[in-house]
């Protein structure tokens, strides 16, 4: 009996702490996940013209949420105004399609789905279920691109002050982090894998 609890104690207080170490972090990355809204463009193939054709349309998506999302302040906004457009957004990408000469069709809807751990240009977002605008180009079995939509971090005119006014201390410390708390970006990936899973 003396033995038992001499092997379990150690084991249950490495546990406890790793779950103090985790645990905070996980919060926060699924606090992220609740504030942001994504972009998410699948290619028609792999090919050159293809990949080439995907960052088009990101640009001409971009360049239209723009517009559509300028009044909007928080997600639920940011969801039912894409929502609203979806068939803009649709016409959009269809109309940069074929005006580069190509006839491929295209499927626009907003979804909720799961993201492995990303990092675009200065920052890097946890893994998790997000909700996002998700395009669908011709057979959408190419490589895939995306941003962050809201708070607008895809266009290079957003400002720390717009970004500050969604997320808060830590949700900003986390996704600047750089390399900072790779091992916990990898704890957090393998737990929302597991819930996703179950989910």
Not at 14 to 28: C, D, E, K, M, N
Not at 64 to 88: A, H, P, R, W, Y
Not at 125 to 141: D, H, T
Request: glycine share 2%; with cysteine; hydrophobic share 40%.
């Amino acid at each position: 009996m003396n033995r038992t609890i001499k092997i379990f104690v150690p084991i249950f207080l490495i546990l406890l702490l790793i779950s103090a170490y985790v645990t905070p972090f996980i919060q926060t990355s699924e606090k992220i996940s609740e504030d942001v809204f994504r972009l998410h463009i699948l290619a028609n193939s792999d090919n050159e013209e293809d990949q080439a054709l995907k960052l088009k349309v990101r640009d001409a998506v971009l360049q239209k949420g723009q517009n559509v999302f300028t009044n909007c302040n928080s997600l639920d906004e940011i969801i039912d105004s894409c929502e609203s457009n979806i068939d803009l957004f649709e016409k959009t990408a269809r109309e940069c399609i074929e005006n580069n000469g190509y006839n491929y069709s295209v499927n626009a809807y907003v979804d909720k789905e799961y993201f492995n751990t990303r990092e675009y240009e200065e920052i890097t977002l946890p893994s998790g279920i997000y909700n996002a605008l998700k395009i669908e180009i011709g057979e959408a079995k190419g490589h895939n691109w995306w941003c962050v939509m809201f708070p607008a971090i895809c266009l290079s005119a957003v400002s720390d002050s717009e970004i500050n006014d969604i997320l808060d201390e830590d949700e900003i410390e986390l996704i600047h982090s750089d390399n900072k708390f790779e091992i916990r970006f990898k704890i957090v990936e393998l737990y929302e894998k597991i819930k996703s899973s179950l989910a």
